[in-house]
């Protein structure tokens, strides 16, 4: 795991930490969205009670927040990140993950101008050390 902050990314994971109660495993702040890795297990406690705790950190923060789980598990980080979308296929090879999804769920895992997969990719390459390809 190679994750390096700056000091505004440390402020922000402070800030979230402390207003949610979770640990937060990496953080990747946007211009218009902050998305973070939080523990194994803290998913729900991130968002809270009617999504309480994640209406008030989006309050805060003035941007639309995103939460994934980690999993040191490669497959279920992959799963947590492309949310209930249906894998069919997932390929390793040399630093690249190339997985199969059904056509309908394609465009939401890759996001307008490829933003969603442009995240995912820079998760997977400070967690994992790999890069995804989506087909």
């Known amino acids: 795991m ?4 700056d000091a505004n990314t440390i402020q922000i994971v402070n800030l979230f930490q402390n207003m949610t109660g ?3 495993v990496d ?23 009617n999504g309480s705790r994640i209406k008030l950190a989006e309050r ?7 939460i994934f789980e980690y999993s ?3 497959d279920e980080f992959i799963k947590n990140v492309t949310g ?7 390929e390793k090879d040399n630093g690249l993950l190339i997985i199969d999804v059904q056509q ?13 997969i442009k995240v995912i990719n820079r998760f997977l390459e400070r967690l994992f050390d790999i ?4 087909r």
Do not use: H, W
């Open 2 to 5: 190679k994750v390096t902050l």
């Open 22 to 24: 979770t640990s937060v």
């Open 27 to 49: 953080c990747i702040p946007e211009a218009d969205e902050i998305y973070f890795v939080v523990a194994k297990g803290q998913y729900g406690l991130a968002i809270g009670r």
């Open 60 to 66: 805060v923060f003035k941007k639309s927040i995103k």
């Open 72 to 74: 040191s598990d490669l």
């Open 84 to 90: 209930d979308s249906e894998i069919r296929k997932m």
């Open 104 to 116: 309908g769920n394609r465009a939401r895992i890759i996001g307008k101008n490829g933003k969603n």
């Open 131 to 134: 890069n995804m390809k989506v």
